[in-house]
């Protein structure tokens, strides 16, 4: 509830939308730049695999190694895909938290350059 607060009634000129590409360079404060995320997988191998649409994001390599263990291993799945289950679920967080790092990097970004136009309107005006 409060992100979407922030982003329709409070501040809805400084809130990112997420449906379009960051307004600001992917690379900006990072002087090393930073690193790239990369899926193994190819099309070809997702398709084969079946893997459904809905799960192809980039932890899609984990799920495919769960996808595996479960065929070789299928009456007993728990017992035997734990480990890859665990891996699968701990990059669906990571991918989670770095997009809500993305966002909120945005967020503030928007607000820089908003007090910063402000700032300069102030000194237009003495």
Known sequence: MGNMWYTYVTN???APDYKNPPTFDPLYGFPEG???RKICA???QLDRAKVPIQKRDYCVDYYMKFLEC???????VWTHCHHQ???WEH???EDTVLRVKEWERERRLKER???KAKQESMEAME
Do not use: V
């Open 42 to 44: 190819t099309r070809q």
């Open 70 to 76: 479960r065929q070789q291993h299928f009456p007993r």
């Open 12 to 14: 809805p000129d400084t």
């Open 34 to 36: 930073r690193e790239e």
């Open 91 to 93: 990059c669906q967080i």
């Open 85 to 87: 289950i665990h891996d």
């Open 113 to 115: 350059a908003k007090r």
